[in-house]
T-cell receptor
Framework: KAGVTQTPRYLIKTRGQQVTLSCSPISGHRSVSWYQQTPGQGLQFLFEYFSETQRNKGNFPGRFSGRQFSNSRSEMNVSTLELGDSALYLC?????????????FGPGTRLLVL | AQKITQTQPGMFVQEKEAVTLDCTYDTSDPSYGLFWYKQPSSGEMIFLIYQGSYDQQNATEGRYSLNFQKARKSANLVISASQLGDSAMYFCAMRIEKLTFGTGTRLTIIP
């Protein structure tokens, strides 16, 4: 089975721009979660989607949004980029949303905001 | 609220030795999952091992085992016979409704 894929792998943007990141889950997985990783804040949960519905949301401003399509692929959008949005964005997929469900991660998208 | 604590920012271990990475957690929910992930310098998070809160036996996956002590709320990762390729960041995580990560331990294997 192919793993979780994320595109693009690297991205450079300037302040004020917006960005869209894409994530394709493992085949058959219906849950997709997004995380932000920075040296200062560590790994922080952004949101989780299951069957096109947002199930959980982390403590991030409204500039961060996401969606999931009927084929379980997910996109994350960040509008009005700030320098502090520079981070590694990780996507993870799992079969379901239960506590016992293992999340498998993609390679991440490294975003640099100048 | 759920919380994961990893108290070892960094560890140096001789090749072929066993290593224990510490993890404690805090939750009042009786149903939770505990996970360990490895993150090499490339950035990808690699799943290593899972332990459910109702599991009676400690989980094992090859050279990895999870020392689960429920009363003490600890879930330490044990790597037997360490290899140079084990050098990486290791994260402990707990899932109830969402996955919450600890701050990680940077493990360096010395030849």
């Amino acid at each position: 089975k192919a793993g979780v894929t994320q595109t693009p792998r690297y991205l450079i943007k300037t302040r004020g721009q917006q960005v869209t990141l894409s994530c394709s889950p493992i085949s058959g997985h219906r849950s997709v979660s997004w995380y932000q990783q920075t040296p200062g804040q560590g790994l922080q949960f952004l949101f989780e989607y299951f069957s096109e519905t947002q199930r959980n949301k982390g403590n991030f401003p409204g500039r961060f949004s996401g969606r999931q399509f009927s084929n379980s692929r997910s996109e994350m959008n960040v509008s009005t980029l700030e320098l502090g949005d520079s981070a590694l964005y990780l996507c993870a997929s799992s079969s379901g949303t239960g506590a016992q469900e293992t999340q498998y991660f993609g390679p991440g998208t490294r975003l640099l905001v100048l | 609220a759920q919380k994961i604590t990893q108290t070892q920012p960094g560890m140096f271990v001789q090749e072929k030795e066993a290593v224990t990475l510490d993890c404690t957690y805090d939750t009042s929910d009786p149903s939770y999952g505990l996970f360990w992930y490895k993150q090499p310098s490339s950035g990808e998070m690699i799943f290593l091992i899972y332990q459910g809160s109702y599991d009676q036996q400690n989980a094992t996956e090859g050279r990895y085992s999870l020392n689960f002590q429920k009363a003490r709320k600890s879930a330490n990762l044990v790597i037997s016979a360490s290899q140079l390729g084990d050098s990486a960041m290791y994260f402990c995580a707990m899932r109830i409704e969402k996955l919450t990560f600890g701050t990680g331990t940077r493990l360096t294997i010395i030849p």
